[in-house]
Structures are given as C-alpha cells and as structure tokens.
C-alpha cells in the first residue's frame, strides 16, 4: 500500500530545499529508515517510530525494516494554474495523484530570496493555492452535477447519489470553501466522492518554514498559520528547512547535540513524516521474528485480512485467524513466548479491527 503526500507551495517558500532535506536526511540516517529515488521528485522515507527497535531487540531481528511514507516534490504554483498558467496543467495533475497535501509556507524574512509578491503573508499564499484548487473543482463540478442530475431526475439511480454527493461540495465551492468540508461518512457514499478526485477534497498539511531563530517557538507569522489551520480542522508543524539541511550527513550523536543547541528535541522533519501519516488516518501493526522486524501500514478502522492483505494477497485470501499480542504486552512482558505464557497472545478472527501497535502472526490457507 503506497501512500503520498504531495509536497506545494509558491515559488520561494522552500518546497525543493525542505524536500531534498527530507530525503537526503533519511538516506544519511541507519538503515532502519531507508529513503529510496523512484523518479527524480519522488522519495519514499521510513515513518520514525521507536516501537519498532523495542520490539527488534526483544526478538533479536537481523533486519529492521519500517513502514514508509512517499513525498512528491510538486512543481511550484503561480495563479491562473487552474487555466493552465505556468506549469498548472502538470501541478494539478500531480496533486490529483496524491493522498494528502503538505503545504510549505514561508513564515520567514529574507531580502535576498524575492517572493513572488513581494511580501511575507504565509496565510494569503495559502489561499492563493486554495482558490487555484477550488476554481479547478468548482469547474469540473459545474459540468458534472447537473448532468448527474438531469439523470437522476430520468430515475437513474448510479447518478442519483452521484448528485447527492457531489451537489454540496458544489454548494462549497462556490462559497470558497474547500470540498473536504463536505466529506461524507457513509461507506458508499464517500466511495462516490472519492471518484470525484476533487484537489480540495485532499487532507491538507500546513508546513511553516522558519529562520533558525524560530524553529523552537516560532513567529508571528506561524501562529497565524496555526490560527488557520485550527479554524479548518486541520494540522500545521513548523520546520526550518535551513537547519533540517545543515542536519543532513551529520552523526546521530552530532546532530542530537545540535537539535539540543537550537533549542529542538527533534528533527522538523521527523515531525512533518508523523504529521503526514497521522493526516492520511494510518495505523501500525508488526511483524517480528529472528530474521525481521518490520512495521506495516493499514487504515484506521481496517479489519484482520485488510492488515493479512498488506503482507501479501494470498494471505487475506485464505486468511483463517490473526495471532495478536498488543505492543505493551509484548514489551512488558518481554517477548511472544512469555505473552503467550501469561495469556496475553489472542486468537482474532476475521471481524477483530486491528489495533495500532498490534504485533500480528496470520495463519492461512490457499
């Protein structure tokens, strides 16, 4: 299961330099979080989690291995993208393709980097690149719900939800609200949504990157972000891709010695990751043995076989019970085979919705 985020913004904000950081960090760090180039703007990292290193020594795995998230490095947005203007046609592509947006704001001064312009208003660019997304939605939408309708009206039932559906993110978009706000909660009818593909429909991170001076506490341009962010329901991290760069082939002891001098516990970096996955609604559950421990990613709410099917199709196929130990036990308790001594190992069937942490062995047969 492969999960993006697409990473936007302005020219200038510091989109390329926060994700050649982002990627080069991870290449620089132990094997445990691999980054790997799919294409030249495209890189998958290890999502950092300490779990799994616990439940690795308590097995003693040859081979750590985490799940990962991918990042896009989407080209730079000017207005009138949704006409095609610049490269709109290609950066509203490459966002449809994506499951979730982070979105780089500049919140810092600098008179040798020129912003497109010519002020420092994170919160106005913020909308520049919203109302390119809305106008391009507003536009398919306009086309497609009376069309939907006028069928629905014939009695076509297919196009009856689809009208439901997608008439009051229609209804938004002419509000200048984005669609998300409209996401429905019915298993049907958000599988209609998203066939939409709407850009507004996407979860949205906000990245404020800062000097050096504010990456621990930020500025006054950061907590207008987060003001925003809050009233939209979503999530804002700050960054200083200027110190996450200067981090990059460092020793982990030398760079926990410099995240200490700046006043940081850690990397912007690892918090925009968690902050992605967290976005997207994932989960983690593991697998561990003598010759791994590996960290796998589902959804939240995802039963037994989906996790058995992330591990390989045969598995959800002829998925028969889930060997479960949750992670506190398996920590606690210092292993499988003193969690099954102690009752703690539970046979789940094909209903048990899998917890995050869950250490998990499948049983099943093809």
Request: net charge negative; proline share 4%; glycine share 8%.
């Amino acid at each position: 299961m492969g999960f993006r985020c697409g990473i936007v913004g302005l020219p200038n904000v510091g989109k390329s330099t926060l994700f050649n950081a982002l990627t080069e960090t991870q290449a620089a760090q132990a094997a445990n979080y691999p980054f790997c180039t799919i294409e030249p703007n495209v890189g998958n990292v290890g999502v950092p989690d300490p779990r799994l290193d616990k439940l690795a020594a308590i097995a003693g795995s040859a081979k750590i291995i985490p799940t990962q998230l991918g990042f896009v490095d989407i080209a730079g947005l000017v207005r009138g993208a949704s006409k095609g203007e610049g490269l709109g046609n290609q950066f509203l592509g490459n966002i449809r393709e994506v499951d979730a947006i982070v979105h780089v704001l500049r919140c810092f001064e600098n008179d040798d980097i020129q912003h497109v312009d010519n002020k420092i208003d994170p919160v106005s660019d913020a909308e520049t690149v919203e109302t390119e997304l809305m106008l391009s939605d507003l536009e398919s939408l306009e086309k497609r719900v009376p069309a939907a309708q006028k069928k629905a009206a014939q009695g076509d039932k297919d196009n009856k939800l689809i009208a439901a559906v997608l008439a009051p993110a229609l209804d938004l978009l002419r509000e200048g609200k984005p669609a998300r706000l409209a996401r429905p909660s019915d298993e049907e009818e958000l599988r209609v949504f998203n066939q939409a593909q709407l850009l507004t429909a996407k979860p949205v991170l906000y990245v404020c990157n800062v000097d050096e001076d504010s990456a621990a506490e930020g500025n006054e341009f950061t907590a207008k972000v987060f003001e925003k962010a809050k009233a939209e329901g979503a999530n804002a991290v700050i960054v200083s891709a200027a110190i996450e760069s200067e981090l990059v082939g460092m020793e982990p002891d030398e760079r926990l010695v410099f995240l200490e001098e700046m006043g940081l516990h850690e990397t912007g970096l690892a918090r925009v990751i968690r902050s992605g996955y967290d976005l997207l609604h994932l989960i983690t559950f593991f697998t561990v043995g003598p010759k791994e421990a590996r960290a796998w990613t589902i959804h939240t709410g995802d039963k037994a076989p989906d996790a058995a099917g992330e591990i390989h199709s045969d598995m959800q196929r002829g998925f028969i019970r889930a060997e479960t130990i949750a992670y506190d036990d398996y920590v606690t308790l210092g292993g499988e085979g003193p969690a099954k001594e102690a009752g703690k190992l539970r046979q789940e069937g094909k209903e048990y919705v899998v917890q995050d942490g869950d250490v998990l062995h499948f049983k099943f047969n093809v």
